[in-house]
């Protein structure tokens, strides 16, 4: 964990500052961390959070309007997951290529088009990830080229069908209710999307 950069004004009422720390765990994935800090009213505590290298997850829209995600298991939670196609960064590795790779190895399509969405953090209070959210279209199918040990099966569904499984709670993925519910903004044009071609949304 960074110290914090430029501060807002009035946010350095709320900001802790790392006094020391040590690693309890690092494995391949993560790194578990437990650290000491100052608290802005000048006292100490203990903070237990994990450091991730962040992900990149894509919304892939087909011509016809329906969506393209993957059905896979989720051993910490012990259940099978309906998510957007989505995976961790490697080293060195920008988003859109992270976003590109994913797309391709977990549901074999590619893209002509790519549009950012945003950044998510979906544990923030144990866990550093970022999570950014890319749209994609114009695809084109492919073979999958799965990793050695993983299982997914893609599905093809509308919103309607993504938003009626949320309503029925059978959607828990945090990051799949969130990319769904950008998805309707920007078809409702309530949120901006600007599509580029693969070399120019290289560059932004």
């Known amino acids: 964990m960074a110290e914090p950069g430029a501060v807002p004004p009035g946010d350095d009422m709320l900001v802790e500052h790392r006094l020391s720390g040590q690693t309890l765990l690092s494995g391949g994935f993560l790194e578990v961390r437990r650290d000491r800090v100052r608290l802005p009213d000048g006292g100490t505590a203990s903070r237990e959070y994990i450091r991730h290298g962040g992900a990149v997850a894509v919304i892939p829209l087909l011509d016809d309007g329906r969506l393209v995600l993957v059905r896979q298991y989720r051993y910490p939670l012990g259940k099978v997951l309906?998510?957007?196609?989505?995976?961790?960064?490697?080293?060195?590795?920008?988003?859109?290529?992270?976003?590109?790779?994913?797309?391709?190895?977990?549901?074999?399509?590619?893209?002509?088009?790519?549009?950012?969405?945003?950044?998510?953090?979906?544990?923030?209070?144990?866990?550093?990830?970022?999570?950014?959210?890319?749209?994609?279209?114009?695809?084109?199918?492919?073979?999958?080229?799965?990793?050695?040990?993983?299982f997914v099966q893609t599905v093809l569904m509308t919103a309607d069908e993504l938003e009626a499984l949320d309503l029925r709670g059978e959607l828990p993925d945090v990051k799949t209710q969130v990319g769904l519910a950008w998805l309707r903004r920007a078809l409702l044009g309530t949120r901006p999307w600007h599509w580029h071609g693969i070399g120019e949304a290289a560059c932004l």
Do not use: V
């Not at 080293?91 to 994913?102: H, I, K, P, V, W």
């Not at 945003?118 to 923030?124: L, R, S, T, V």
């Not at 959210?133 to 990793?147: S, V």
């Open 82 to 150: 309906l998510e957007w196609p989505a995976g961790k960064l490697d080293a060195g590795e920008s988003q859109l290529a992270c976003a590109m790779r994913e797309l391709q190895e977990e549901t074999g399509y590619s893209a002509r088009e790519w549009a950012y969405g945003g950044e998510i953090h979906n544990a923030a209070a144990y866990s550093s990830e970022s999570i950014w959210l890319w749209f994609a279209r114009g695809l084109r199918a492919g073979p999958a080229r799965l990793d050695p040990g993983e």
